[in-house]
């Protein structure tokens, strides 16, 4: 879905480095989902967040990742002291208050660590 | 038990052909149905979405659900080379939790001039 904006496109961080991930919603959507795709494994979800709150996080890993929806601005997927093994696209959907038809992904951030 | 496990591929069919895409799911109280194409170095694309028992026909796309055998499957008519890609299976449990969506590994399809 065009409507979903994700920057950077691509990034590239040295291990124990920050990594910033940005999500703009479709235009008055409140709910976000980051997902996240690892080479050789399947889509998998991390978080569900509305504004300002974290609604599921049940697929982050417990530690270095966190995210949030600030009432103003994009969401963020943050990741603390990166490692090889977070090298993934991840991909933001978005979606209007209540159930859909189904999620709408953005074009993704491919992360590359070194 | 994977959660969701699709047939595995890579699919290969001719030009004009019918590509028949299965996927089994293990939660018999998932509610909604989804089938997403995903070319290489994209963001999956949502192609198909179904809640029902039965089919549900879109354009070259048929859906087909069987909840009691805990089944769903994309079926593609009159394959074309645009067609190529992965096609991934996604079920959620609906509700509140309805974006919360489990995939299955993909099938890797190729139709072939």
């Known amino acids: 879905n065009a409507g979903v904006m994700q920057n950077p496109r691509h990034l590239v961080r040295r291990r124990g480095q920050e990594a910033r991930l940005r999500c703009s919603p479709v235009?008055?959507?409140?709910?976000v989902y980051w997902y996240r795709q690892l080479p050789e494994e399947g889509l998998k979800f991390m978080v569900y967040l509305q504004k300002e709150n974290i609604i599921d996080e049940s697929g982050m890993p417990k530690e270095r990742f966190s995210a949030e929806f600030p009432k103003e601005g994009p969401s963020i997927l943050r990741i603390q002291q990166v490692v090889r093994g977070d090298s993934a696209a991840y991909f933001c959907?978005?979606?209007?208050?209540?159930?859909?038809?189904?999620?709408?992904f953005g074009p993704g951030t491919r992360l590359t660590v070194l | 038990q994977k959660e969701v496990e699709q047939n595995s591929g890579p699919l290969s069919v001719p030009e004009g052909a019918i590509a028949s895409l299965n996927c089994t799911y293990s939660d018999r109280v998932s509610q909604s149905f989804f089938w997403y194409r995903q070319y290489s170095g994209k963001s999956p694309e949502l192609i198909m979405s179904?809640?029902?028992?039965g089919d549900k026909e879109d354009g070259r796309f048929t859906a087909q659900l069987n909840k009691a055998s805990q089944y769903v499957s994309l079926l593609i008519r009159d394959s074309q080379p645009s067609d190529s890609a992965t096609y991934l299976c996604a079920v959620s449990l609906g509700g509140t939790s309805y974006g919360k969506l489990t995939f299955g590994q993909g099938t890797i399809l190729t139709v072939h001039p």
């Open positions: 959907a978005s979606s209007p208050s209540g159930p859909g038809q189904g999620l709408f």
């Open positions: 179904i809640y029902s028992n």
């Open positions: 235009k008055g959507h409140s709910h």
